[in-house]
């Protein structure tokens, strides 16, 4: 099915996504609300929680910005309505990106920048919705015993507990930068260009104390790294 496309953008998938997002909005609406209840009855001035929700609405915008980006980098491979829901709902580029990116391969294609049909757009589809259920289902239903897990692991030594959140963290995304490493071209210098972004980033907040550079690193790396790629291949041919 080559025209999977005409589904990817049709009203059922319209109806379907907007349906979802509507929920989320309901919910923050929900939460919103009682949150101004909560404040009330602690006695906290209305004044100040608006301006705490009108920090919270203006901090949020900077990190949409990747989110945007996100959904414009799915949107040729699968239609607007899907990507649009998932970067609304779950918000997390990182993870759609390379949910997509296992799907392709997966799938028998050479990455996600190949063409997709009607095959590899479900497989996307599947592993970006079903990737993640795992996690909200281990949160729900094992949210409780987590301190026992971390009492039995660490003890009352906050120390190891960290150093082995910090080991998880650093494993898992050292498996997101091997495969660019590996691969080299247009995913090594999307790599390397974002990396050094971070880093000057890092060093004019610290050292420069430039602390409202901390919300904007990471979109604007992410949108140097999109344009190094951009100029690597367009004008010197790299990644073919």
Known sequence: MDNYLSIANGFGMWVACTAIIVVVLFQTARFIRISFRAGDRIGLPRAQMVQALRTGIISAIVPSIALLVGVAVLIP????????????????????????????????????????????????????????????????????????????????????????????????????????????????????TGFVCMVIFQVLIRYARQSWLKEWALSVSILIGMTAVGIAHHWHGTGG
């Open 77 to 192: 491979k699968l239609g607007v309505p899907f990507p649009w829901m998932r970067l609304s709902v779950i918000g997390s580029v990182i993870y759609e990106l390379f949910a997509v990116e296992v799907a392709a391969t997966a799938m028998g294609l050479k990455d996600s920048t190949a063409a997709f049909d009607g095959q590899v757009y479900a497989a996307a589809v599947w592993t970006m919705s079903m990737g993640f259920i795992f996690c909200l289902l281990f949160v729900a239903l094992f949210t409780p015993s987590l301190k026992k897990i971390k009492d039995r692991l660490a003890g009352n030594d906050e120390g190891w507990m960290t150093l082995m959140n910090s080991a998880a963290f650093f494993g898992a995304f050292g498996f997101l930068w091997g495969q660019p490493i590996a691969r080299g071209g247009l995913p090594l210098i999307a790599l390397l």
